[in-house]
């Protein structure tokens, strides 16, 4: 049952997953956020505060989110904000931005075009600055040393991790926009190299490009405009030690505090898109999350099939949110993380009905 | 693809270390590896807080290793420029002897079938050492680490350079190309909005107000005659690029029956003491295939703008147009 201060989400877009677009960063989000405004019934000047999630980094210029204002259309000025960080986490802020009570509609938004520079490259340089950024510890090579430590416990195997590639690749191509889809067999998968051992290709999320945005409004509003609003009925989000050589690799302590805090215990989780970049990732997030056999994990391909950096975790809410939509399911769970072998981890759980 | 800017950054970080990493890195250019004591653990790398806590923690250093045990490891086939081997190497974290935690680092091991958790590797040093994570050249298997004759640096160590350079392929709009090719045609093309009837300038295409997208279809020349709405006199100080030692002016020209004002444009000919709002100016472009000395930094086939000697406009309000 909603309540005068939730909120709901009431529409949302993904942009085209591909390698290489011939988009600028502002072109993406102006297609995302005209096909989430109209997904929503609504128009640009009907929203009071937009909040985007990008990287300067990524993007390879200094204050690259102000260019990307032109998108939203910010004339009169309207209220805005930014996350240096996955759109999921530009949601957050949305959602408590709208808690506020003095506003009713907002647009979060994640953007990113990894194909602009390397991106071994740039990760490194987001890292600890003394420890880990001089060495070019890239999120490769993190995550294959979280792979090795949870394969060394016995508590995944090279078979699932190709498996797990198999599988959402295959899901993959229930979507249109993904980029890396298809049917792959397990054996031929695990008779190829390592690109960077115990991780082989299929292992590793692509590279891509694209954009994600999504329309949240206060419980009044969105039943005012939308049938069947999708309430937002828990968010949080931890954050561990930042260096993963002092942390146990081997379990998301931050993931299982986050999903408490977003109250997955009080009903089960029909559906979960997880931001599992790397394979082995996922059987890592699913039991941290405490998640059990009768809960379908990334139907829509989930990274693996497309991992646009900086909304990869927005597109995993909004996945969850046409599962109630248009999929008939009544509670599921989106998932996002940030930072090496999973520092940071955000929960949204979703309901659907009144 | 419309076409692709290339550019490379470079990032050249010069950070102050602190009290606790300073003297860790200083301890490297001695060829130590130090932790700090944190309750009953030894953390390694240090840190300055309890990481469980956020208590800051007591400068109570101590010395680990010289080896450690590998606890795990990836095997990095081709390394990139800012990796610190040139060859095949392993990422491994390092339980130092003497460690409660694992330090990342490299471990020059030849061959991935010499890695396997639970190895035990030393490290091996660099000959000249100035207070890095570097100064660690890598983990070698075996119990010995392997030293140079000399001691640490004079002074502790109190800062640090961390370079990074990145090369970005940035894309250029359809639009944006055009309006490169006008400019060496010596034309400003300009983009009309069918809903708010602005006109802009430049080649980003779309329409900030209304985000709408604006195509070829949107184009129009725009006018060669404006009029100077603000300026400053820049008193050049020296930077990587700056040629001028005088000091010259750049101006705000706001080309007629346009939107958008055009910033800090080169004023040609004109006594710095006679800028002033109001003035009426017009471009003047390189003829074609001419090669002209101008600022490197103008844009296409644009040299500047000359004043016309038509009257000054005298609105009050044109310094108020900022953009």
């Known amino acids: 049952m909603a309540h005068d201060n939730d909120i709901a989400i009431i529409g949302w877009n993904i942009s085209p997953m591909v390698r290489n677009t011939e988009h600028t960063e502002a072109q993406m989000l102006l297609e995302v956020i005209t096909g989430a405004v109209t997904d929503a019934g609504i128009t640009r000047k009907e929203v009071d505060f937009t909040c985007a999630g990008s990287c300067d980094y990524v993007a390879g210029q200094a204050f690259s989110f102000v260019q990307n204002i032109d998108a939203i259309g910010a004339w009169p000025p309207k209220r805005d904000s930014h996350v240096e960080m996955d759109g999921a986490w530009a949601l957050y802020e949305a959602w408590l931005r709208l808690q506020m009570d003095d506003i009713d509609i907002a647009v979060a938004m994640g953007s990113g075009r990894s194909s602009t520079a390397d991106p071994e490259l740039i990760y490194s340089m987001e890292m600890d600055p003394y420890y880990l950024a001089p060495l070019g510890a890239d999120a490769m090579s993190f995550a294959a040393i979280q792979a090795r430590a949870l394969l060394d416990a016995g508590k995944v195997t090279e078979r699932q991790m190709a498996e797990v590639a198999a599988r959402t690749r295959r899901d993959g191509k229930s979507r249109d926009y993904n980029q890396v889809t298809g049917d792959f067999d397990v054996d031929a998968l695990l008779a190829t190299d390592y690109v960077r051992a115990p991780l082989r290709r299929h292992d590793l999320p692509p590279i891509t490009d694209g954009a994600c945005a999504m329309v949240i409004a206060r419980a009044d509003k969105a039943r005012e405009l939308c049938e069947n609003p999708i309430w937002i009925t828990g968010f949080a989000h931890y954050s561990e030690l930042h260096n993963p050589g002092m942390r146990d690799l081997r379990s998301s302590n931050s993931t299982t505090l986050a999903a408490k805090a977003a109250g997955i215990e009080e009903g089960p989780i029909e559906v979960a898109e997880i931001q599992s970049a790397f394979t082995h990732e996922e059987p890592l997030l699913v039991e941290a999350l405490g998640l059990g056999p009768d809960t379908v994990i990334n139907p829509s391909g989930g990274p693996q099939a497309a991992n646009p950096i900086m909304a990869t975790g927005l597109v995993r809410i909004a996945e969850a949110a046409g599962q109630i939509r248009d999929n008939g399911k009544h509670r599921t769970l989106g998932h996002s993380t940030s930072g090496p072998c999973l520092q940071q981890n955000l929960v949204c759980i979703l309901e659907g009905g009144k | ?323």
């Open chain 2, 1 to 323: 693809m419309a076409g692709t800017v290339e550019s490379t950054i470079k990032f050249p970080y010069k950070r102050s270390l602190g009290p606790v990493l300073g003297a860790f890195m200083t301890a490297l250019t001695e060829q130590r590896i130090m932790g700090i004591r944190s309750g009953g653990r030894v953390i390694v790398p240090p840190l300055e807080w309890d990481p469980d806590t956020g208590v800051e923690l007591a400068h109570d250093f101590v010395d680990v290793g010289p080896a450690g045990t590998v606890e795990s490891w990836t095997w990095v086939a081709k390394p990139t420029a800012q990796h610190p081997l040139d060859h095949p190497f392993a990422f491994a974290l390092v339980k130092l002897d003497g460690a409660d935690t694992a330090l990342m680092h490299a471990v020059d091991a030849g061959s991935i079938d010499a890695m396997s958790t639970g190895m035990r590797v030393a490290p091996r040093w660099k000959a000249e050492r100035k207070g890095h994570i570097t100064d660690l050249d890598a983990f070698v298997p075996g119990e010995t680490p392997e030293t140079h004759e000399g001691g640490g640096a004079e002074e502790p160590v109190t800062m640090m350079d961390y370079d990074a350079t990145i090369t970005y392929r940035i894309p250029t709009t359809a639009n944006q190309l055009r309006s490169d090719q006008a400019s060496e045609q010596g034309r400003f093309l300009g983009l009309k909005c069918p809903i708010c009837n602005r006109t802009y300038t430049g080649g980003r295409g779309y329409c900030p107000i209304d985000a709408i997208e604006l195509g070829e279809e949107h184009e129009v020349d725009l006018p060669q005659k404006g009029v100077i709405t603000n300026y400053t006199i820049i008193t050049p100080t020296p930077y990587p690029g700056q040629t001028a030692t005088e000091p010259f002016s750049r101006v705000h020209v706001w080309l007629d029956g346009t939107d958008v004002v055009l910033g800090y444009q080169t004023l040609l000919d004109v006594p710095n003491d006679d800028v002033h709002i109001g003035m009426r100016v017009e471009a003047v472009w390189a003829s074609e295939g001419e090669k002209v000395d101008k600022d490197p930094r103008m844009e296409g086939n644009l040299i500047g703008f000359l004043p016309t000697g038509e009257p000054d406009n005298t609105d009050p309000d044109l310094v108020n147009r900022l953009h």
